[in-house]
């Protein structure tokens, strides 16, 4: 649930689970035409791979774009 991705995109930024799936999700969101929440976990997928941890609010930014999915899309 988005409460359960909050919680790991804020705590838990060392997982290899997290890396994988915010990297997934920069790659899928734009092949499904979610631009905006391609390039959000882009940024953060970014920082992930530099071994730094992304910063608060990129990940805010992320959280809220995947907030605002069509219901359908979730």
Not at 28 to 57: C, K, N, T, W, Y
């Amino acid at each position: 649930t988005q409460a359960t991705l909050s919680l790991l995109l804020h705590e838990d930024m060392e997982s290899a689970e997290v890396k994988l799936a915010v990297h997934k999700l920069a790659g899928g969101a734009g092949v499904f035409g979610f631009h905006e929440v391609s390039r959000l976990a882009g940024i953060v997928d970014d920082a992930l791979h530099a071994g730094e941890r992304p910063r608060g609010e990129d990940l805010d930014n992320l959280i809220d774009a995947l907030r605002q999915l069509p219901v359908s899309a979730r």
